[in-house]
């Protein structure tokens, strides 16, 4: 409980340092803090109750900050999905903790069941090992297939028009500047307008602070925006 409170405490600052500087607070989620709670849902069982003020300091306070959007049900799960199925890959950790468990269980059974068996022989030891790797490579195509069983399910509830946004997201390349480091000696740092904004177009969302005309007299909209 106290890792958890301590996370919690984590994402709060994070969703401070969110307001002027998004596309780095992302970041330092997805390709660091997350990466804690996940190490602690593969070794650890039971723990979804525990976690669930961490995926509400997740859903009301740095989704909303990094996207400037409020964030329901539906796009919750939609955001939830690794960014090559259309996400921005932050899951809720109370629907991934046990299913994470439950893969890495299957994978250690090959050499738990060797080290219990009291086995010494190299023979045996590279048995386990080849045998452990099938296993690994079976969970992760099961995960795969999962993943994307739910995003299919998922694109029922969507309008037509996410959907479209849904696919256009899944699109090879499509989503390589949401999972790059924002570096800024190679240029892949976006300002908190152009993250916003850049989020706002993956999704279909209206940007904020549009203005009502365009310079040529025309109503101001993303289409006319992208071809004026």
Known sequence: LSKVQKWVNDITELTKFAKTQP??????????????????????????DHLRPL???????FLHSITGQFV???????LGLPARLGGIAIPDPTTVAKP????????????????????RSTA????????????????RKD???????????????????????????????????LTALPLESHGFSLSKGDFRDALCLRYGWLP????????????????HALSC
């Not at 059974?109 to 009291?118: L, R, S, Y």
Request: glycine content about 4%.
């Open 72 to 78: 329901g049900d539906v796009e919750r799960e939609l």
């Open 100 to 119: 994470a468990f439950l893969a890495t269980s299957k994978i250690v059974k090959p050499m738990v069941e060797h080290i219990v068996a009291g086995r």
């Open 143 to 177: 995960r795969a297939e999962q993943l994307q069983c739910q995003a299919n399910t998922l694109r029922e509830k969507l309008d037509r028009k996410t959907q479209r946004a849904m696919t256009l997201a899944q699109e090879k390349g499509a989503s390589t500047w």
């Open 55 to 61: 995926e509400r300091a997740l859903r009301t306070d």
């Open 23 to 48: 596309h780095a607070a992302f970041a330092a989620l997805t390709h660091g803090l997350a990466g804690e709670w996940n190490y602690l849902s593969r070794t650890h069982a039971l723990l979804e």
């Open 124 to 139: 045996h030891f590279r048995e386990a090992v080849s045998h452990q790797q099938d296993v690994t490579v079976q969970v």
């Open 208 to 223: 904020k602070h549009l203005p009502t005309h365009c310079s040529d007299g025309q109503s101001f909209t993303i289409e």
